[in-house]
């Protein structure tokens, strides 16, 4: 099914070209969330790039470590290049920022959307 599907794909390179804008635009939203973090923590010295930059290696990283979510490799990789710009005071709140944004609110949402909801019955009124 993938060979056959992707056999398909092959040849249809407006829909390439739809998928890479898309997947673009989906991943300079995702790497810029560590800026507008630090941008609520008032700090305005790190440029959009560095941080997008940053928060790529850091998902490379905690992607090699075997947990859920990479947790606890995410962690001390994003302290490991966001404190060379971070006070540790800063550094700590927008660590707790950061992961509650791209890991925790997404397990949340998710969970909410996967609660079955009853759904009432239409009664056909015989008429």
Partial sequence: SFHEES????????????????????LVFYLSIPYFVLLSLEVTDVSLMTTMTYHAFVMKLSSAIPTPGGTGGAEYSFTSFFEMVLSPEKLVMGLILWRLITYYS???????VMIPLKRKKSKNKPG
Avoid: D, K, M, P
């Avoid at 040849?11 to 989906?26: A, D, K, M, P, S």
């Avoid at 997404?106 to 909410?112: D, E, L, M, R, V």
């Fill in 106 to 112: 997404c397990t949340i949402f998710g969970a909410i």
């Fill in 7 to 26: 056999v398909r794909f092959s040849g249809n390179t407006r829909l390439i070209w739809e998928c890479v804008f898309y997947t673009t635009v989906q």
